[in-house]
């Protein structure tokens, strides 16, 4: 069983920075591929960026240039750095953490940007 301890959304004006942090409980963390998805109202679930056990990224394209995804294994955390906000991007942030053919996801935290 996979816990997860998600922190930093809020609410922020269009063009600031916000980070947020993913920790994950138990052993499994280091080879796990994390990633970063976000659900706005009456829209499905996106991802948003992903990073590999082996440090590879990816993004999705409304993002690039934007966001930067990068994870601590020596501390069992992902980091989302959040920078040039738009308020499309309002949404509520997932964490997950995918081991082969099972995924484990976090609660989630509010991202609002205001105009």
């Known amino acids: 069983q996979v816990q997860f301890v998600e922190s930093g959304g809020g609410l922020v004006q269009a063009g600031g920075s916000l980070r947020l942090s993913c920790a994950a409980s138990?052993?499994?963390?280091?080879?796990?591929?994390m990633g970063w998805y976000r659900q706005a109202p009456g829209k499905q679930r996106e991802l948003v960026a992903a990073?590999?056990?082996?440090?590879?990224?990816n993004y999705a394209d409304s993002v690039k240039g934007r966001f930067t995804i990068s994870r601590d294994n020596r501390k069992n955390s992902v980091l989302l750095q959040m920078n040039s906000l738009k308020p499309e991007d309002t949404a509520v942030y997932y964490c997950?953490?995918?081991?082969?053919?099972?995924?484990?996801w976090g609660q989630g935290t509010q991202v609002t940007v205001s105009s």
């Open positions: 138990g052993s499994i963390f280091s080879r796990a591929a």
């Open positions: 997950k953490a995918g081991i082969g053919l099972v995924d484990y």
């Open positions: 990073v590999t056990s082996g440090g590879s990224t």
